[in-house]
């Protein structure tokens, strides 16, 4: 929530500097105009007297549009300047409408009326960084001169009409590069803040990791040796001795995140590594009441992986969708060959995740869970980019999630179909 608060008072502070301006320039664009228009070439034209013409609302208009700059003031103090400039555009409009009526309903009078301060509405959007403004402007604008050119039945609405087209071809175009430059930025700023965070975590891993292999490699020893005095236990005291060796394969991967270097990969058949994973699991899944259904495609070609991440990867996503379920469920384990890619698909019935979280899955540190670390997805989701696979997740909230692993199959992989089910 602070977070969200910060960046509103930044965007609110950048929204007062570009309200200033506009109103700045707005008002300069607006006499200026009217002063040269009225003023200073009837005067050197001797055609027409010169002064404010006083069939429509005359002196009125500008004191009138003078009094939106309390208006203005209010909404920015108040924290709310992203306002101002839908009230001067439409205040603008219904008074200029007015004004025009005024003048010309009733006449013969040849319809000529208009204000360079208008186009500033236009060219301003990008300012603004507003799609919403842009659109609001160039339909506002455009049907001010349509309702002008019905209500009066003159013609001469079309040049403006025409030139503003043209002025909002020129500011979609530069609004268009505007919104292309801020997605680049905020995606370079959100990729640094990513590797902040990754080298915070390996320097974590690096700093403890001696601590930690220290204590497992006597958990090791202790389990070979009761694994020796007690053979008929073998297949127990063989899971451990795995599972210890991959504890402290993920305190590799993490050293990974902050530090990565090279892996060994090598064709490894995806059934088995899912029927390991599942062995691990069953029995935490049983205990919580929990159904666990796996659909393996036949013949399915094998990916180039480390079976240990990948392992690892699987373990991660089973875990997660037992938390999930406290109430019990079902899980679906399914593996298919979409294109050139394996699926690994872990499909549970659980609470689901709300969609202000699902951007953020992945991110370190961030968890939903109470007593969890927010490691486990990001070390996953960074074992799958390493592998040049993608993680794609679903989810409705009450009613599950699914988690799709991506992983390429290369040309070797491919031949598994044609060598090992002829």
């Known amino acids: 929530m602070m977070k969200e608060d910060f960046q509103r008072n930044n965007l609110g502070l950048e929204e007062v500097k570009a309200v200033k301006l506009f109103l700045i320039l707005f008002y300069i664009f607006l006499f200026s105009f009217d002063l040269f228009y009225y003023i200073v070439y009837p005067h050197y034209s001797n055609q027409i007297k ?10 009125w208009l500008y004191i009138y549009l003078l009094l939106l700059i309390p208006v203005a003031i209010y909404f920015c103090k108040k924290g709310n300047p992203f306002i101002v400039k839908y009230i001067y555009l439409f205040s603008y409009i219904s008074i200029d409408i007015a004004d025009n009526l005024l003048i010309y ?4 009078k040849p319809f000529q009326s208009g204000n360079v301060a208008e ?15 842009f659109w609001s402007a160039i339909g506002g604008l455009i049907g001010k001169y349509i309702f002008l050119g019905i209500i009066l039945k003159d013609g001469h609405v079309i040049m403006p009409i025409l030139l503003f087209i043209i002025f909002a071809a020129i500011s979609f175009i530069i609004l268009s590069r505007f919104f292309s430059y801020l997605r680049a930025i905020t995606s370079v700023h959100e990729d640094l803040r990513q590797n902040e965070k990754l080298a915070v975590i390996g320097q974590m891993a690096t700093a403890i990791g001696h601590e930690i292999r220290n204590p497992l490699s006597s958990l090791k020893g202790f389990t070979q040796l009761q694994g020796e005095k007690h053979p008929e236990d073998k297949k127990y005291y063989t899971i451990m001795m795995q599972e210890i060796t991959r504890i402290n394969d993920i305190v ?17 058949r995806m059934e088995d590594v899912l029927d390991y994973t599942l062995s691990l699991v069953r029995n935490l899944a049983e205990d919580n009441n929990i159904e666990i259904q796996k659909n393996y495609e036949p013949e399915l070609p094998m990916p180039e992986c480390n079976v ?11 875990k997660n969708a037992i938390e999930s379920m406290p109430m019990g469920g079902l899980i679906k384990v399914e593996l298919k060959h979409l294109n050139k890619e394996i699926v690994i698909s872990v499909i549970d019935s659980g609470c689901g995740i709300p969609k202000e979280n699902l951007d953020r899955m992945g991110e370190p540190f961030f968890t939903t869970k109470q007593f969890g670390t927010g490691l486990g997805l990001l070390v996953t989701n ?7 696979g993608k993680l794609n997740i679903n989810s409705t909230v009450g009613k599950g999630s699914r988690f799709d692993v991506l992983l390429p199959i290369t040309q070797q992989g491919q031949l598994r179909r044609k060598t090992n089910f002829v």
């Open 119 to 133: 186009v500033l509405f236009l060219l301003f959007s990008p300012i603004f960084i507003n799609r919403k403004f």
């Open 105 to 108: 309903l009733g006449n013969n």
């Open 252 to 268: 590799d991967d993490l050293m990974i995140i902050g530090k990565p270097k090279n892996k060994e990969y090598q064709l490894e």
């Open 308 to 318: 240990n991440q990948i392992k690892q990867i699987c373990i991660n996503l089973l």
């Open 50 to 59: 010169p002064g404010i013409p006083k069939d429509g609302l005359g002196i």
């Open 382 to 388: 960074f074992i799958i980019k390493e592998h040049g």
